[in-house]
Nanobody, 125 residues
Framework: QVQLVESGGGLVQAGGSLRLSCAAS????????MGWFRQTPGKEREFVAA????????YYADSVKGRFTISRDNTKNTLYLQMGSLEPEDTAVYYC??????????????????WGSGTQVTVSS
């Protein structure tokens, strides 16, 4: 069982930046592909970004490409999402997710093995 705990959310003005973190409670963090998703009330959870186990492969939703950067530090068992040029439309609860590298992985899909409980990001106009 892997526990994922997000942090770094908050209230920010449009155009501002935030960095989200996701701490994983496992010493085998490097064996998981990771993703960030977000959800607003009444909408389905949507893909934001994903990163392969080694950090060499990254994937982004078109809506965040060029503004957000996903990264990971396997020595600290932590996933990051650097968010810039934030827009009110980025307001959502952000979740991190983990998928074992031993399994098939569709970065933008929702078939992940573990999910965090989320952190709220609110962007004011």
């Amino acid at each position: 069982q892997v526990q994922l705990v997000e942090s770094g959310g908050g209230l920010v003005q449009a155009g501002g930046s935030l960095r989200l973190s996701c701490a994983a409670s496992t010493r085998t963090f490097r064996s998981y592909n990771m993703g960030w998703f977000r959800q607003t009330p009444g909408k389905e959870r949507e893909f934001v970004a994903a990163i392969g186990w080694s950090g060499s492969s990254t994937y982004y939703a078109d809506s965040v490409k060029g503004r957000f950067t996903i990264s990971r530090d396997n020595t600290k068992n932590t996933l990051y999402l650097q968010m810039g040029s934030l827009e009110p439309e980025d307001t959502a609860v952000y979740y991190c997710a983990a998928r074992s590298m031993a399994k098939n992985w569709a970065p933008q899909g929702r078939e992940y093995d573990y999910w965090g409980s989320g952190t709220q990001v609110t962007v004011s106009s």
